[in-house]
């Protein structure tokens, strides 16, 4: 069984920055990719970005120089620095990991609004 916990959601403006979490229980976290994907209303849920257990990372075009990610072994935690944000950078985001052993799991969401 795996647990994954977002954090660090909120309101920005346009142009600044925001940091989101991603907490997962279990032992195995290490050998496995872990994957941002957020979900606008009235939308499907796109890949944001990817890292391997090697720390390869993967972005959506449409983030590509402004969002990074990045994990800690240690902490089983993944985290996604966004910077440069846009109001179409409005989403729910959310940490997945899978499949594990046949199963996906994801995390609740994290809300992320961007106005001014």
């Known amino acids: 069984q795996v647990q994954l916990v977002e954090s660090g959601g909120g309101l920005v403006q346009p142009g600044g920055s925001l940091s989101l979490s991603c907490a997962a229980s279990?032992?195995?976290?290490?050998?496995?990719?872990m994957h941002w994907y957020r979900q606008a209303p009235g939308k499907q849920r796109d890949l944001v970005a990817s890292?391997?257990?090697?720390?390869?990372?993967n972005y959506a075009e449409s983030v590509k120089g402004r969002f990074t990610i990045s994990r800690d072994n240690a902490k089983n935690t993944v985290s996604l620095q966004m910077s440069s944000l846009k109001p179409e950078d409005t989403a729910v985001y959310y940490c997945?990991?899978?499949?594990?052993?046949?199963?996906?799991?994801w995390g609740q969401g994290t809300q992320v609004t961007v106005s001014s």
């Open positions: 997945h990991v899978g499949p594990v052993f046949g199963r996906h799991y």
């Open positions: 279990g032992r195995l976290f290490a050998m496995y990719s």
């Open positions: 890292i391997s257990s090697g720390r390869d990372t």
